[in-house]
């Protein structure tokens, strides 16, 4: 039976998010209790941020798999470890002698500069970033606990946006829809799915005649935001179409770009209080826009 118990490492909030960012500094502490003295190699704790996409397709003997990775960063602290000649700080050939007892071990990891996404979970990839604590000992497996931190990008900082929380549509169509698309990149080979988070039908469009279609599109508060993955992107565009019977249906699809109202908190003061930039102006509306996660649950996501 192991002597380390109650292994765990704990980071001190830096907004009311809870959320860090390139150049922010992690500080927490390791702490765990040794029920008899113990000989480790070495007590470390590190942050890190790594994507990784995985997807199959086929099946039987024509099934191919697909992954990708990326590393963003890697901070390291030892907290414990051989000192500057080489030599442990307790005299003892298997390692450095913890007494027995409770352990605290305080840290701090700045998290570097350069452009890195923000944390996301899909279907067939994810994004993580997370404070890991390791103990080694000689000949043992090495104690290892991980605890994941939401990390937001500043890369749309960069991007011209509206900050409002509804849209309006106006199109001489009878379907407008608001779609999300995810698409997972491994080398050459990819797979998406997409999701319809609004759709509005019109009534029917007589022969020889027009009819424009208006209607408000309210824009989840927690939306899904990434740049600067290589191997995961998210998408988001208006299509509008005309559904004819018996006939190929006459579209046309608007890319659209979508910060969350929390970026405005990244640089507070930029902009005249009340008056989102480039001179556009919000609606006001009693009722909060819709949840992500109401609208867009990952585990329902299809290929």
């Known amino acids: 039976m192991s002597p380390i118990k109650d292994f765990n490492v704990t980071y001190e909030a830096i907004n009311e998010a809870d959320t860090f960012s390139v150049g922010d500094t992690i500080v927490g502490t390791v702490s765990f209790r040794l029920t008899k003295a113990v000989k480790v190699k070495s007590v470390s704790v ?16 024509d099934e191919r798999s697909y992954s990708d990775h990326r590393r963003y960063f890697k901070v390291k602290e030892l907290l414990v470890a051989e000192n500057a000649k080489g030599k442990f700080n307790h005299i003892s050939l298997a390692g450095i002698s913890l007494p027995q007892g409770v352990h605290l071990f305080k840290f701090r990891l700045k998290i570097p500069e350069g452009n890195m996404p923000s944390s996301f979970t899909g279907a067939h990839g994810k994004i993580v970033y997370m404070v890991e604590a ?9 104690s290892i606990i991980q605890k994941e931190i939401k990390f937001v990008s500043k890369a749309f900082l960069q991007t011209p946006q509206v900050m409002v929380n509804t849209i309006m549509l106006f199109a001489e169509s009878n379907v407008n829809t608001l779609k999300n698309k995810i698409v997972y990149r491994a080398g050459s080979s990819s797979t998406s799915s997409e999701k319809t988070l609004f759709k509005m039908a019109g009534e029917n469009i007589n022969p020889n005649s027009e009819e424009s279609v208006s209607c408000q599109v309210k824009i989840p508060v927690d939306v899904i935001i990434l740049h600067d993955c290589e191997i995961i992107s998210v998408e988001y565009y208006v299509k509008v179409y005309v559904d004819i019977s018996f006939a190929i249906d006459p579209e046309v699809v608007f890319p659209l770009v979508i910060v969350p109202p929390s970026s405005a908190a990244f640089q507070p003061g930029e902009w005249p209080q009340g008056a989102p930039p480039y001179g556009f102006s919000a609606p006001a509306f009693e009722e909060p826009p819709p949840s992500y996660t109401s609208l867009y649950p990952h585990h329902n996501e299809q290929p």
Not at 47 to 59: L, R, T
Not at 134 to 142: A, D, L
Request: glycine letters at 12%.
């Open 46 to 61: 590190k942050a890190k941020g790594d994507a990784n996409v995985h997807w199959s397709e086929g099946s039987g003997d």
């Open 134 to 142: 390791k103990i080694s000992r000689s000949w043992r497996w090495p």
